[in-house]
DNA sequence: GAAACTGTACCGACGCGACGGTTCAGTTCT
DNA sequence: AGAACTGAACCGTCGCGTCGGTACAGTTTC
């Protein structure tokens, strides 16, 4: 067997790219490449064709979800009502969704529990986390609400973490709290 | 040679923990126990002699950690003012406090990460996360100020996830922040 | 237009190092 | 005496990466 009929390279490269994300957040980075491919539908040396060493997946794939969640965070920054705090309100619905897509949460987390000690790609993390505190200091609110909600979005993308899953009613309220604190209109109330 | 002059059994446990702890904030779970005996000045038998298997001493690690977290929490508390938000001002301190100090953080974000995917491990922090949820619940504070607060200070604390470490300046900022919105002095304002 | 050739995509068995855990005889502190 | 270790050899497993092969899609050649 050779190319599977009807599929791409590029499509197996991706399909390899969602097993392993999956994966992961069920059992971790240390889930073996050969696991991945099986499950992708693939050889583990098809798996390696595409991705020379699991190190270099798992950097793909840190690339892959730090892009999806910047791309997902401007396009919600469009439909924001315009003036400041868009971007920071995007932040924050877009953090607060994932945080309620727990699958897809642990995907991250063990992602990026592991990339805290690959000093190769800690800095790719490192740098987006750059990228975002300056973009997010830009959009034109008090620095220490930012800093605030922020924190918090961060937080309730960390709870299974520490074992503190928010449910659903906790979940939405607090994301209409953040939002409030990122919309200026104040109705008579003073920054705290 | 055998027992370490003038050490107890309990201080040689004692020891291999933090070695443990140590070497895992900087390595990673994937520490071989070899390299923490060795560091720890033990043998790889004599720390096999205090913890069976590995799993036992992450699951000693984890249960140590937590149970410092808490003790340290309620520590505070005795020392802050009496009245409602007791607790959630203890517990906001020592977690902006631990923020600050990264190498402790990593200690606790390698091992919580691990125990996500140990079912058997990850109600140990399950069963913590809820008795949080309980005690800061019942603390006399708004229940949205509580969980904007708590998600806040879990936030800072899982930062270096997502590589977004806070400055000295900021951390001390957040935490002024955080603990005037668990202090019930309103001076005219409202609850958001 | 079909045979010969080429490169891409993929397979699957194997080697090999690493690591967890066992065993055990010996040694030293209390 | 018995608890608390040391030290080193050893085993089994597991997972990564390599490597020789294979099957098709194009491309070239006549």
């Known amino acids: 067997m050779a ?3 009807g599929r791409s390279a590029e499509d197996t490269r991706h399909l390899i790219l969602e097993t392993a994300a999956h994966l992961i957040g069920r059992h971790g980075t ?3 490449v050969a696991e991945i491919a099986q499950e992708a539908g693939v050889s ?3 798996l390696l064709y595409h991705f020379a060493t699991k190190e ?3 950097h793909a794939l840190a690339e892959h979800l730090i892009e999806q969640f ?3 965070v401007h396009r919600r920054a469009e439909q ?3 003036g400041p705090g868009r971007l920071v309100r995007a932040y924050i619905r877009v953090s607060l969704a994932e945080a309620g897509d727990h699958a897809r949460l642990r995907d991250s987390i063990a992602l990026a529990a592991k990339l805290m000690f690959e000093p190769e790609l800690e800095q790719l993390v490192q740098q987006d986390a750059d990228r975002w505190k300056e973009e997010l200091g830009q959009d034109g609110l008090d620095p220490s609400i930012v800093r605030l909600v922020v924190a918090a979005a961060d937080g309730s993308n960390s709870a299974p973490l520490w074992g503190a899953i928010l449910d659903e009613a906790d979940r939405l309220a607090l994301e209409e709290q ?3 604190l990122a919309s ?3 109705e008579g109330s003073s920054g705290a």
Chains 1, 2 share one sequence.
């Open 80 to 82: 924001e009502g315009s």
């Open 30 to 32: 240390a889930v073996p």
């Open 44 to 46: 583990k040396g098809g």
């Open 70 to 72: 910047r791309a997902e």
């Open 178 to 180: 953040l939002l409030a």
């Open 184 to 186: 200026p209109q104040p």
């Open 56 to 58: 270099a997946l798992l």
């Open 3 to 5: 190319r599977t009929a």
